[in-house]
């Protein structure tokens, strides 16, 4: 091979590898810090009005576990995990990953540390509301490492998606059942998600993007 082709293929690989290297690399689980802050616009097919913005703020973080205040306007509904909308101004349980505990005794493991491209995790998870009982199945991988644009800037992420299972019953023979996609775009420098899509066809179709944040 003549000399100028090994040297335009070395040029090539050294501008390559940076981008490469980043998309191998595993993303470990981040250290949470009390003032930490995630500001989404939070948009829901079925309740909320367009344009809600809420923040969520560390308060508290302990050996095992991350409490965070979350707070938006008034006029606004504002769910965490699933279509159901929690109060403003709550604070709200989460594990040192920042997997939320939804109105159940184990967090909803929506991120498994540490991240590559590849990995895949299942989990059984059980969660009560309003008399409802639901036993969900959940299968989540990370599909992609890529970069994502959000008013809050551009930001090189792994876009994890699960896909969520559910069985749900009620005293009185109710019964309701259905399967759900949640597709997150984690990005290390927020230690959170910039974007995520939750769509369930039978109740709400849920959006959250990042326009600001402040992390420690």
């Given at each position: 091979m003549p000399k100028r082709s090994y040297f335009l293929l070395a040029c090539f690989w050294f501008a390559a590898a940076p981008e490469q290297a980043l998309a191998q690399a595993n993303a470990?689980?981040?250290?949470?810090?009390?003032?930490?802050?995630?500001?989404?616009?939070?948009?829901?097919?079925?309740?909320?009005?367009?344009?809600?913005?809420?923040?969520?703020?560390?308060?508290?973080?302990?050996?095992?576990?991350v409490y965070a205040r979350v707070e938006f306007p008034d006029g606004c509904e504002v769910s965490m995990t699933t279509s159901y909308p929690i109060a403003s101004g709550s604070v709200q349980k989460f594990d040192l990953s920042l997997n939320h505990f939804h109105f159940s005794n184990t967090p909803y493991r929506a991120v498994d540390f540490p991240l590559y491209v590849g990995k895949a995790w299942t989990q059984k998870w059980k969660w009560k509301l309003n008399g409802w009982t639901y036993d969900d199945e959940v299968a989540g991988s990370v599909e992609s490492f890529e970069k994502l644009t959000t008013s809050a800037g551009v930001f090189d992420t792994y876009k994890i998606r699960l896909v969520r299972t559910y069985r749900g019953s009620k005293t009185g023979d109710h019964t309701q059942s259905g399967k759900l996609e949640d597709t997150f775009w984690y990005a290390?420098?927020?230690?959170?998600?910039?974007?995520?899509?939750?769509?369930?066809?039978?109740?709400?179709n849920i959006t959250r993007e990042l326009v600001s944040f402040e992390v420690k």
């Amino acid at each position: 091979m003549p000399k100028r082709s090994y040297f335009l293929l070395a040029c090539f690989w050294f501008a390559a590898a940076p981008e490469q290297a980043l998309a191998q690399a595993n993303a470990e689980r981040p250290t949470f810090r009390v003032g930490d802050t995630w500001r989404y616009e939070f948009g829901n097919s079925r309740y909320a009005k367009p344009g809600c913005i809420y923040a969520v703020s560390v308060e508290r973080v302990t050996k095992s576990n991350v409490y965070a205040r979350v707070e938006f306007p008034d006029g606004c509904e504002v769910s965490m995990t699933t279509s159901y909308p929690i109060a403003s101004g709550s604070v709200q349980k989460f594990d040192l990953s920042l997997n939320h505990f939804h109105f159940s005794n184990t967090p909803y493991r929506a991120v498994d540390f540490p991240l590559y491209v590849g990995k895949a995790w299942t989990q059984k998870w059980k969660w009560k509301l309003n008399g409802w009982t639901y036993d969900d199945e959940v299968a989540g991988s990370v599909e992609s490492f890529e970069k994502l644009t959000t008013s809050a800037g551009v930001f090189d992420t792994y876009k994890i998606r699960l896909v969520r299972t559910y069985r749900g019953s009620k005293t009185g023979d109710h019964t309701q059942s259905g399967k759900l996609e949640d597709t997150f775009w984690y990005a290390p420098q927020v230690k959170n998600f910039v974007k995520r899509s939750y769509v369930d066809g039978k109740w709400a179709n849920i959006t959250r993007e990042l326009v600001s944040f402040e992390v420690k």
